[in-house]
C-alpha cells in the first residue's frame, strides 16, 4: 500500500479552486518576501569572509545556479500541474520508479520540507524578537519573552490567512519594510563616513587574506539559505493563474531583485565595516530612533516571511489530520485551523528559545537542508521526468547537462564539508550561546553589559572596533 506523506496543500478545495489567479507580479513578491529573509541579514560576514570581489562573483554564481535549479522544478512541474506540493510533484515525477525507490523520494522530500519550514519558522521568531528587543533597547525584557510578544503579535495575521492568495496586500508592505531593514543601518554608516566606522585592524579586500576552506564554505552556506525557496516554490505557482509567466515573474523580475538587494547588503556592511562586521546587519547601528525604526521595519519583515512558510505547513497538517480520519468531513475548517495555527506558532516560539545562534543557525541550515532539499531533490525531479520521456523533455543539450552535473557536485561538496565545518564552529562556540531559555540580552539592551561593542563610552569599545 502507497505511504500518504501529505500535501502541502488545503484538502477542501479541487486544483480549479486552489489557483486564487495570483499574476506574474504577485507571484514575484511572493518569491521575493520568501526567499528575502533572514539570509539578507547576514550577507555582511559572509562578504567578509570571502572579499568584495570573490564575495560578488560567488553571490552572483549562486543565484544563477538557484535561479536555473528553481526553472528546473517549473519545467517538471508543467509535466504535473496537478500537483500542488513538492511532495506531489515528487510522488508524480517518480510514479513509473521501482515502489522502494519511490517510497524513499516521498519521504525525503517531505522530511527535509517540514524540517527545513519548522527550522526557518523558528529562526524567523528568534529575529522578530531580537528586532523588537531593538525597538524597545531601554525596556530590558530578555530574548525569551520578546520572542513570546512577538509571536502574540503576529498570531491573529496569521489565523487570519489560509492560502498565499489571500496575502498580497502584506507582500508589498514586506518589499517595502526588507529595503528600509536594510537601507537604515548602511545609509547611517555611510553619514559616518568609511574613516568613522573601519578601524585600521578591519580588513577590505578583493580576496579575504585569511581565506581558508572552511570561510569559503561557511559562506556558501550563508548564500545558499539566503537564496532557498525551493521548498515552498511549487506551492506558489500551483496558485498562478498562469503558471507558465513563472519564469518572467522569477528569473525577470525576482532574480534581478534579489541580486540587487543581497550585494548592496553585502558590500555596503564589508566596505564600511570591512572584516568587523557584524552578524546581523541591525547590529551596526547605535541605539537611537534609527534602530527603532529599522527594527521595527524587521518584525514586519519576519512577520510576513513567517506568515508566507506557517500557511504551508497549516495546510498541510490539517489534510493530514483530514486524510488519517482525526477531523471528519462535517468538522467546521476554522477550528482545527486556529488550533493548528496556535500549534505551530507555539512550537516555532520553542525552536527559537532552544536554538538561540542567528549566524551558525543559517549556515548549519544551508549546509544540510539546501543542498538536499533546494538543490539535489529538484534536479532528481527533473532528471526523473527525463528519463520518462525519453531525454526529449525541452530539447535539453549537453551543455545543460553538464551543468546540472556541476551543480550537483557543488551541492555535495556544501552537504559534506559545510555540515562538517558548520557543526565544529558550534561545538567551539557552544560554551559562549549559553543555555536554553537563557536571557540572550547580546545587541538588544543598550548596555554594557550586554552590547559593549555597539556603545562608544564603553570601556575599551568604540564604533569602529
Not at 519594510?177 to 537601507?183: E, P, R, V
Request: proline share 5%; aromatic share 12%; glycine share 6%.
Amino acid at each position: 500500500m502507497k505511504e500518504d506523506y501529505g500535501s502541502f496543500s488545503s484538502p477542501d478545495h479541487a486544483k480549479s479552486d486552489r489557483r486564487k489567479g495570483n499574476s506574474a507580479a504577485l507571484t514575484a513578491g511572493l518569491s521575493i518576501a520568501d526567499v528575502v529573509g533572514a539570509g539578507v541579514l547576514a550577507m555582511g560576514p559572509a562578504m567578509a569572509e570571502l572579499g568584495w570581489a570573490l564575495g560578488s562573483i560567488v553571490l552572483l554564481l549562486l543565484l544563477c545556479m538557484n535561479i536555473h535549479i528553481t526553472i528546473l522544478l517549473w519545467r517538471a512541474y508543467m509535466q504535473y500541474p496537478e500537483a500542488a506540493s513538492i511532495t506531489e510533484l515528487a510522488s508524480a515525477a517518480f510514479a513509473q520508479a521501482p515502489p522502494a525507490q519511490l517510497r524513499a523520494i516521498e519521504k525525503a522530500t517531505f522530511v527535509i520540507q517540514t524540517c527545513w519550514i519548522f527550522l526557518a519558522l523558528g529562526l524567523y521568531t528568534l529575529t522578530a524578537g531580537k528586532g523588537l528587543g531593538m525597538v524597545f533597547y531601554d525596556l530590558q525584557l530578555c530574548l525569551p519573552w520578546w520572542t513570546l510578544i512577538g509571536c502574540c503579535i503576529l498570531l491573529p495575521l496569521n489565523l487570519s490567512v489560509r492560502s498565499l492568495g489571500d496575502y498580497s496586500s502584506p507582500i508589498w508592505i514586506n518589499c517595502a519594510t526588507t529595503m528600509a531593514t536594510c537601507l537604515i543601518p548602511i545609509v547611517w554608516l555611510a553619514s559616518q563616513g568609511v574613516e568613522n566606522t573601519r578601524s585600521t585592524a578591519a580588513e577590505f579586500s578583493p580576496v579575504a587574506s585569511d581565506l581558508s576552506a572552511s570561510t569559503f564554505v561557511s559562506s556558501l552556506c550563508t548564500f545558499g539559505f539566503a537564496f532557498s525557496g525551493q521548498f515552498i516554490i511549487v506551492e506558489i505557482i500551483s496558485e498562478m493563474e498562469n503558471p507558465e509567466e513563472f519564469p518572467k515573474a522569477y528569473a525577470y523580475w525576482s532574480g534581478p531583485f534579489q541580486a540587487l538587494i543581497f550585494l548592496f547588503v553585502g558590500l555596503g556592511v564589508y566596505y564600511f565595516r570591512g572584516s568587523h562586521a557584524a552578524d546581523m546587519v541591525l547590529e551596526e547601528l547605535p541605539f537611537t530612533g534609527l534602530e527603532r525604526i529599522a527594527a521595527a521595519c524587521l518584525v514586519v519583515h519576519m512577520s510576513v516571511a513567517f506568515v508566507i512558510k506557517s500557511v504551508i505547513f497549516c495546510q498541510h497538517s490539517v489534510a493530514c489530520f483530514r486524510r488519517n480520519g482525526l477531523i471528519s468531513d462535517a468538522t467546521d475548517f476554522r477550528r482545527p485551523w486556529y488550533l493548528t495555527v496556535l500549534a505551530v506558532v507555539s512550537l516555532a516560539w520553542l525552536v527559537a528559545q532552544l536554538v538561540p545562534f542567528f549566524e551558525d543557525l543559517v549556515n548549519l541550515m544551508g549546509a544540510v537542508l539546501v543542498p538536499l532539499g533546494c538543490f539535489m531533490l529538484p534536479i532528481l525531479f527533473y532528471l526523473r521526468v527525463l528519463v520518462d520521456k525519453g531525454f526529449k523533455l525541452n530539447a535539453v543539450g549537453v551543455a545543460e547537462l553538464v551543468i546540472i552535473g556541476l551543480e550537483l557536485l557543488l551541492s555535495a561538496v556544501i552537504l559534506v564539508y559545510g555540515t562538517y565545518a558548520t557543526s565544529q564552529n558550534i561545538l567551539k562556540n557552544w560554551s559562549s550561546y549559553g543555555p536554553p531559555f537563557a536571557c540572550h540580552c547580546e545587541d538588544i539592551w543598550d548596555t554594557c553589559q550586554c552590547s559593549a561593542s555597539r556603545i562608544e563610552s564603553c570601556p575599551a569599545t568604540n564604533l569602529a572596533s
